[in-house]
Every structure is written in C-alpha cells, then in structure tokens.
C-alpha cells in the first residue's frame, strides 16, 4: 500500500481522487493513468452536482440493468467503458453489466464485492481490456486471484500478446476494437485465458 494507482473514468472521478489526495493528511504517490482521448470524449462528462456533492469511488457499479437478468459481468476500467456502453445500448442488450474499476491498486476487493453482490453467484466475470494480452490489468488481475475472481470464473478479453501496445494504425485499431467489443459480448468467441 505504498503508492495508488488510478484509471479513472469521468472528470467528477478524477476531482474527488485529486480532493483527496490533498485533503488527507498521510500522502503516497498518486498514478493516474487515463488516455488523453477520454478528455475528448463527449460522453465522458460528469454534471456540476456530481462534482460538489460526490466522492471518489473505487469501483462504479452498474445501475442501469436489472440484476436479476445479467448473465455476463464486464469488467473494466478506463476508456473501454465507453466502447462498452455505447455497444450495449447499440444492441439493446440488457444481459450485461458493465462495472468499472476505478482504482487498480491497492485492490478494492471490499467494494468490488458490494458491487458484484446483487448479481447470481453463477454470473461470470469477463475481464475487458484494450491493451495486448501481455500487458494492461490482465496479468495483475491473474497474479491475485488466478482462474476466479470472489468465487465467479474470471474470463479475459484483450488484444493478443504484442511488443507494442498499439497498431500505430488508425484503420487497424478500429478493426481489432471491433473484435475485441464483439469477444465481450459473445460468451463463445472468448479466446482461452
């Protein structure tokens, strides 16, 4: 627990862990690591009451699918949400559930299982990355809780293993998205961990 690391996903999100981090009066360094095209993002906005009156927090559950109708739970952090989010309401799909995990370290166990709680215990957690295979969260992910994550299968979606962590190609990265958006939401098409 000697330094935070952050993928944050609105701007109320990084106000509060910036509040935060100079209100408290111990202090660790502070990582955040958010892509310059979520500052772009228009969905990516927070309204002025959720920066006066929220607080940071470290996992943001899904409020917007019935529990009880979830099969496949999304998990992610960072810009993916929004790939995610846009797919899911493009296919009006409401058997998935898309849940964020804002701070990466040290791990939100606690709040992650409130989050995961009104979900059956049979509902699998399917690790959503854009990163290669050998790098992002997977591996972190992997190295504390192996094949499940609070007792439920963790599955993983990401790019395959790659020296580098982009295509440096703009058409080619659309197509890999497309793939990788079309793995997360098809039980079927998720390649073996």
Known sequence: DN????????PAQYFHVLRRQVLRKWRKPLVIMSPKSVLRLPAATSSLDELATGSFRKVIADSTVAASGVKRILLCTGKVYYDLAAKREEEGRDDLAIV??????????????VALEPYADDVPIVWVQEEPRNMGTWWYLRALHGESLLNRALLGVFRPASA??????????????????????????IPAS
């Not at 330094?3 to 609105?10: D, F, G, H, I, S």
């Not at 804002?102 to 299982?113: G, R, S, W």
């Not at 962590?165 to 098409?189: N, R, Y």
């Open 3 to 10: 330094m935070q690391v952050m993928n944050l996903t609105t």
């Open 100 to 113: 964020r995990l804002e701070q990466l370290y040290p791990f939100p166990e606690k709040e992650l299982a």
């Open 164 to 189: 580098s962590p982009a295509t440096g190609s703009g058409a080619s990265h659309k197509i890999e998205q497309a793939k990788l958006l079309e793995q997360a939401f098809d039980l079927g098409k």
